[in-house]
């Protein structure tokens, strides 16, 4: 599953949303995307993290621009002394510190912060937060964060949805109950968004959680991979769908 894939409705059903006019009011003041600069596994070895955070800290306290600064080094960097710093930011009538904050929330989960992140997926009038919220809730295990992902992948901008499916498969990770609701919406999904990246991230979830789900469920899912790897008019999803049988030993299955 490719995290980088561009994320391109209308809202809860009729309100039509534009991402690139987002994108264009959001570069009038953050130049790259939080979500861009964090790797999972690339911390930078030149820098001495301690001190970095220790400046970060300080920048927090500071003027807008110093708190946006702030924020980018704790969406690549955990230090717990930010939590109590990161919290009230997630309150900014800017969009763009909330849109950090949550990253930084989610490169540094605070248990305190699941039922505001949850709150600002829900409510939040900017789909870059809402996107953002999306992706940070991947990295909280509490069972309130299940639902909403599961509705933000049913009813949300195609940016939001695209990263609700690929949430879903950590939440569903926490527990058979969690990988079987996760999963039924993410079939439902794979069959009906009309975003190609969507589909392929619902793909690759439900592989992702294909180990927790029933008999029956992992039958149909094997089905739907199936026709979608023969027949599937988009060349990326139909590449997915064959990724996901090869891992499941079904490679026979579209030769």
Known sequence: MTKNRDPNKESLAEIAVDPDVLAKEL????????????????????????QECNEALKMLRGNKEERIQGLR????????????????LLDQPCPVERMSAVYALGRNPCPSAVQKLVSLLQTDDNAYVRRATAWSLANYDNQIVLKPLINALKNDVAAVRLW?????????????????????????????????????????????????????????????CTKIALFDKEPSVMEEAKTALDSMGMKSFYN
Do not use: H, M
Not at 36 to 45: L, N, P, V
Not at 73 to 88: G, T, V, W, Y
Not at 200 to 215: E, V
């Open 164 to 224: 609700s499916s690929s949430s879903l498969a950590e939440i569903g990770n926490v527990s058979l109950e969690n990988a079987q609701l996760a999963a039924e919406q993410l079939l439902i999904s794979l069959k009906i968004d009309n975003e190609s990246g969507v589909r392929s991230n619902c793909i690759w979830s439900l592989s992702r959680l294909y180990g927790k789900l029933n008999n029956t469920f992992q039958e149909t899912f094997i089905d739907e």
């Open 73 to 88: 080094i704790f969406c690549e960097f955990r230090d717990q002394r930010s939590f109590p710093l990161l919290l009230p």
């Open 27 to 50: 570069a009038l003041e953050i130049e790259i995307d939080p979500l861009e600069q964090i790797d999972e596994e690339a911390f930078s070895t030149d820098l001495n993290i301690s």
